[in-house]
């Protein structure tokens, strides 16, 4: 299902924070309709090059290209425009403002009165609660409400629904479960199969090896900055992957190698 | 109610109640005067569109300790030039330099990364600095035939029957709200003060955002200044002094939280009410004007204290 010329292709990757070598050489390729889990332990680089992939880090050397075109700029607004949507964990709702006004922050739809573009609020609160309302936004919540009273999960359920509403090709989830009830978590793992069922590169960033394992073509293991290991789910079990984090990547490959 | 408390400014409509009931009940007779109404919606009409401005930078999450100086500075260079080059060049230059002062200070905080505190400390300063080098301490004053140019008059005159300032005011108040509540760039600044990140994962570009505040700050600043001075048309050295903390103090009484994202402009409007009826009634009254200050200080806390308390009061009654 996936094609074959890669949707996102990074090439010999680094990326510096000051002295701190963040990234190492990295280089990976995603293709459409392909469900990639993007596993490592805190610090292995995971969510830095879905930082670089979302725009918010401009890499210090190597190259990324989009749809066969390199990309020489790094900005979040380019990303949205390219179509990538980041599900991240800790930023991308804003908690003063409205859910409605969230979920269309940055893209917000007008109308024009006179010429002067004035937020269309019935688009912006009817299209919100509809594509919200799917994903677990309990009926007391109204899409008016600040987004600093919903619980972890309906803060999910908006992202998710922003991602879902807008027709993006890529949609990085960056541990897209944490803090969700155990349904939830279903209903969200059963949404990125549904995402890439529809031609989208789906992108999931996890600890959990045996969770990714089920819903993934692909898993790419990150450690230390580097890209340790890149493995179709068929090659290789949950469990064989997980020896590769737990004992390290290297010294397996060095092993394998022999 | 619930949706009323929600609202930033909440409580400085209730300050106004209270502190009209308050005059009402002290001083019937010397507040409720033609006279005493008119001189105080003059200045906190004045203060109000300073406080404006200086809520829409605290929104972004910055501060602009500049205006005052900004407000003295457009204000002499109004005057000077518009005794000179005519009433709408001196206009035109005195917005200029504002917003020029107020673009070099978002670049300075947004492209140099400076605190806004430590920026505008410097534009506080700078353009004071710049006023006593260009007056050289002298007091200017318009000649008789641009004080009684159409502009001047239409700037800071009487419009039916209503002195220009109120109705300036409400006019940007109107303006601005709109903006702030029913466009994109409201959205976006608000989002840039409630989750900086979060709004530049959405591709809110913030640092024009931020740039665009600065400005829109410096040059309500300097229209203030030109509307005050179409009504008196003379300036001195100190022009606009310790008007910065009387804005800040609006804006904070009115509702808005330093760490940005909360903030209402009727509220800063509000705010300025407070502050300039204080300093009229106290005065009024006969108090030393020193109290004056005092009083301001205890009415900031107050406020501050009433904002975080008193809507949560209000919901948890409906």
Redesign the interface.
């Known amino acids: 299902m996936a094609s074959s010329q890669p949707l996102i292709q990074v090439k010999n990757l680094d990326l510096y924070f000051g002295s701190f070598h963040a990234l190492k050489n990295v280089s990976v390729d995603f293709r459409a309709g392909e469900l990639v889990g993007l596993v490592g332990d805190n610090g292995a680089g995971k969510t830095t090059l879905i930082r670089v992939l979302?725009g918010?880090h401009a890499p210090t050397s190597g190259e990324v290209y989009f749809d066969g075109a390199r990309v020489t700029t790094f900005?979040?607004?380019l990303?949205?425009?390219f179509g990538i949507e980041?599900i991240?964990q800790?930023?991308?709702?804003?908690?003063?403002?409205s859910i409605a006004?969230?979920f269309y922050?940055?893209?917000?739809p007008?109308k024009r009165i006179l010429g002067i573009?004035?937020?269309d609020f019935r688009v912006m609160r009817d299209m919100s609660a509809k594509v919200i309302r799917q994903f677990g936004l309990r009926d007391n919540v109204s899409v008016d409400d600040e987004v600093e009273r919903l619980s972890g999960g309906e803060r999910q359920s908006v992202k998710i629904g922003r991602a879902v509403e807008f027709k993006n090709r890529v949609v990085i989830m960056d541990e897209p479960t944490n803090h969700l009830s155990v349904r939830e978590r279903e209903h969200v793992n059963e949404l990125a199969v549904q995402l890439k069922e529809q031609g989208l590169l789906v992108i999931y960033i996890t600890h959990d090896i045996f969770q990714v394992h089920k819903l993934a073509d692909r898993i790419v293991i990150m450690e230390n900055g580097e890209v340790v290991k890149d493995a179709r789910t068929t090659e290789m079990s949950a469990e064989a992957l997980e020896e590769v984090i737990r004992h390290g990547g290297r010294v397996v490959e060095k092993r394998s190698a022999k | 109610m619930k949706k009323l408390a929600n609202t930033q400014g909440f409580s400085a409509v209730i300050g106004v109640a209270v502190m009209l009931i308050a005059f009402t009940v002290i001083d019937f007779d010397g507040w409720w005067t033609a006279n005493t109404i008119a001189s105080v919606l003059q200045f906190a009409s004045i203060l109000g569109i300073l406080a404006m401005g200086q809520a829409l930078v605290i929104m972004t999450g910055e501060i602009d300790l500049s205006v005052g100086s900004v407000y003295g500075l457009a204000g002499v260079a109004f005057v000077t030039l518009g005794g000179t080059l005519g009433v709408p060049a001196g206009v035109l230059a005195a917005l200029l330099i504002a917003a020029a002062v107020g673009l070099l200070q978002g670049l300075a905080v947004v492209r140099g990364g400076v605190p806004s505190m430590i920026v505008t400390l410097g534009g506080l300063f700078t353009a004071r600095g710049i006023i006593y080098v260009w007056t050289g301490g002298s007091v200017r004053a318009f000649p008789e035939e641009a004080r009684n140019y159409w502009l001047t008059k239409l700037l800071g005159g009487n419009l039916f029957g209503v002195d220009a300032p109120i109705l300036w005011m409400l006019t940007v108040l109107g303006v601005l709200s709109v903006v702030m509540l029913k466009m994109r760039f409201g959205n976006r600044l608000l989002a840039t003060g409630g989750g900086l990140a979060s709004a530049q994962s959405r591709g809110v570009r913030t640092g024009r955002i931020k740039i665009a505040a600065f400005v829109l700050s410096a040059l309500l600043a300097g229209f203030a200044a030109i509307v005050t001075l179409s009504d008196d048309p003379q300036t001195h050295v100190t022009l606009g002094e310790l008007m910065e903390l009387e804005a800040i103090a609006a804006a904070v009484i009115g509702g808005c939280l330093l760490s940005g994202g909360r903030g209402s402009l009727l509220g800063a409007v509000l705010g300025a009410l407070i502050i300039v009826s204080f300093r009229y009634e106290l005065i009024a009254l006969g108090a030393p004007s020193a109290w004056y200050q005092t009083f301001v200080g205890i009415v900031l806390i107050i406020a501050v204290i009433a904002n975080q308390n008193l809507a949560r009061w209000a919901m948890q009654k409906t």
Do not use: M, W, Y
């Open positions: 979302c918010l900005h979040p607004k990303a949205i425009d980041t991240q800790s930023v991308g709702l804003c908690d003063n403002l006004r969230n922050l940055g893209r917000e007008v573009p004035f937020l």
